[in-house]
């Protein structure tokens, strides 16, 4: 197929895009020859010129999982979105607050907390007038609270059905103010699947949107100790704490914390993911023993760490000096 798509290129106008669509190919072809096998869980091919800066690129590999789709194009990019879901974390949370007239929908994803949704609505306080107007006026209040628990439970499946479907939604967390989240809940709002996967504990937070959900991880730490994001959390606490302390138990600089690690003093490597050098660090840690707490900007304190110690920092199992 590829030598007939080759054989068809002379009829580009462009000289400059048929000339980078037949090296494209070419190259894509001479790698193909090679491969006597198709791995077990298939091939993906990228081959391409930037055509701004003239870098040419051509990847050949087995993704983590098997090809769900045999797809060949032509395009100014690369399609990517058949292979992204198999990098996806496959142990996600589903975040839910909700109050009467707010809720806020978000995931965590191994270290990233993310807002999905933030819902509000008008929903009128208590009628003073008392009587049969003020039963009848807590009726249509009632009515506005169950329009809108409806819509919150509508936008969760929404967001969270295509995770539970695919196996990774693992866990559903619900919390609010007061007794929101239990109304929520028995007023059976939220989906039959989601409730399976409901942890039986509702949080009690103050705030909606990303400050609430923070809250509401932390809040959480003894149903959430797998998870990745709140042992960054703590990881980040306790280095700030033992530098703080000027204990000695803190320890930056490349060179510095390479060493440390050489000699099994470190008892936590926190790294940021943004490092190029990421996975000799990951390496060099597990080679002594280290736990290994991988960090981003999305973390409060990530781009301080960062910023300040190039982004890895340890905490030291004694002092060294």
Known sequence: MLRQELSITDNIKLKKTKNAVQRALTATIDRLSKILKVPEKGLAVFCGENMDTGDFICITLSPPEPVPVFFYRTDKEFHLEFLEPMVEESNVIGLIIVERDAATIGLLKGNRLKVLDELEDYIPGKHAKGGQSQRRYDRVIEQMV???????????????????????????????????????????????????????????????????????????????????????????????????????????????????????????????????????????????????????????????INKTFGGAVGILRYRLF
């Open 146 to 304: 169950h329009e809108f628990y409806k819509r919150v439970g509508e936008r969760v499946k929404e967001y969270f059905e295509p995770y539970l479907e695919s196996g990774k939604l693992k866990a559903v967390l619900l919390g609010g103010p007061a007794y929101a989240k239990y109304d929520f809940l028995e007023g059976d709002y939220l989906d039959y699947r989601l409730k399976q996967i409901l942890i039986p504990k509702f949080i009690d937070v103050a705030y909606q949107g990303e400050v609430g959900l923070r809250e509401m991880i932390i809040k959480a730490n003894d149903v959430l100790k797998e998870q990745q994001y709140l042992e960054a959390l703590k990881a980040i606490d306790e280095f700030k704490l033992h530098l703080v302390k000027d204990d000695g138990l803190t320890i930056y600089g490349d060179d510095e914390l390479r060493k440390a690690l050489e000699i099994g003093a470190v008892e936590k490597l926190i790294v940021s993911e943004e490092r190029n050098d990421l996975e000799e660090w990951i390496e060099l840690a597990k080679r002594s023993n280290a736990k290994t707490i991988v960090i981003n900007d999305e973390i409060p304190e990530g781009v301080w």
